[in-house]
C-alpha cells in the first residue's frame, strides 16, 4: 500500500517536472498581456487576466441569452426582442461576451487553428452554474461550415466545442450528431447588421439526411444547435428552424460567446 502510495506520488512529481521543463522549452504566455507561463486555474490566461471576469453575469433572457437586468433579478423567459422576433429555438446558453479573454479564446479557435484553447474553455464552461442541467442528455447539433470553407480552415470549430463540451461534462450522456449541412455558400456575417445577417442565412442549411436523422431520432429528442459565436441569432435561429420544419420541436441553442 504505502509503495503504491509512493509510486503514485512520484508519477505526479515526475509529471510536474516534465510540464516545467516543456514551459521552459516553449513557454506559455497570457494571451492577453504576455505574462510567461501563467500559474493559475487557466493555460494561456493569467490570474489577473482571469476569464471567469467575462461569464456573463445578471438576469438574461432565456430565450436569446441577452442580459435584461443586474445580478439578483430572476431571468425572464422572453425579452422584448424576443416577443416582437422569436427565434426559432426554445432556449440558450452562453458562457460569455465577446470581450477580453472570452473574445481571445473564439479568435484562436477560429482562426490561429488554436485546439490548444480548449482545455482553457472547458475550465471556464466549467465554471458557468446553469450549464450541466441545460445539458443534460442532449444531443449536441454542430452549425456546420460550407465545405469550401472547411476545406480552407481544416476544421470545424463548433464541431470542437461540441467535443469540448462532452469532455467537460462526462455523466451528462452527451451525443454529438452531425446531421445538418449547409447548401449555399454565405458571405461573413461579421460585417453584416442585424437585418441583413437574417437575410444572409436564410435557408442556407439542409439536414444532410432527413430519412437517417428521423430513424435516430424522435419527436422528444433534446437537440442543442452548437457554434463558437452568437451575433444576432440568425444562424443558430436558421438551424432550429430545419430542425423543427422536420419536425424536431425540442431545439435549444447554445454559443460560447456572444456579441452584445
Ligand atoms: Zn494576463
Ligand atoms: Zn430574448
Known sequence: MENMEKTVSDKIAASEILSRIVDFLFPRRCLLCGKVNPDGKYLHFCERCSPEADILRGARCLRCSEIVGTEGIPDTPTCARCRDDPPWFNKSLVVGSFTNAVRQMSIELKYRNGTYILADMSRLLAEVRPA?????????????????????????????????????????????????????????????????????????????????????????????????????????????????????????????????
Do not use: W
Request: charged fraction near 30%; charge should be positive.
Open 132 to 260: 450541466r442541467a441545460f445539458f443534460d442528455k442532449a444531443v449536441l447539433v454542430p452549425v456546420p461550415l460550407h465545405y469550401s470553407r472547411k476545406l480552407k480552415r481544416g476544421y470545424n470549430q463548433s464541431e470542437l466545442i461540441c467535443r469540448m463540451i462532452a469532455k467537460t461534462f462526462p455523466d451528462a450522456n452527451l451525443r454529438i450528431a452531425k446531421i445538418l449541412k449547409r447548401i449555399r455558400r454565405t458571405p461573413t456575417q461579421t460585417t453584416l447588421d442585424r437585418e441583413h445577417r437574417a437575410g444572409n442565412v436564410r435557408n442556407a442549411f439542409a439536414l444532410s439526411n432527413e430519412k437517417a436523422a428521423k430513424a435516430a431520432f424522435d419527436k422528444a429528442t433534446r437537440f442543442v444547435v452548437v457554434d463558437d459565436v452568437m451575433t444576432s441569432s440568425a444562424t443558430l435561429s436558421e438551424c432550429a428552424k430545419t430542425l423543427k420544419r422536420a419536425g424536431f420541436k425540442n431545439v435549444d441553442a447554445f454559443a460560447f460567446a456572444r456579441r452584445l
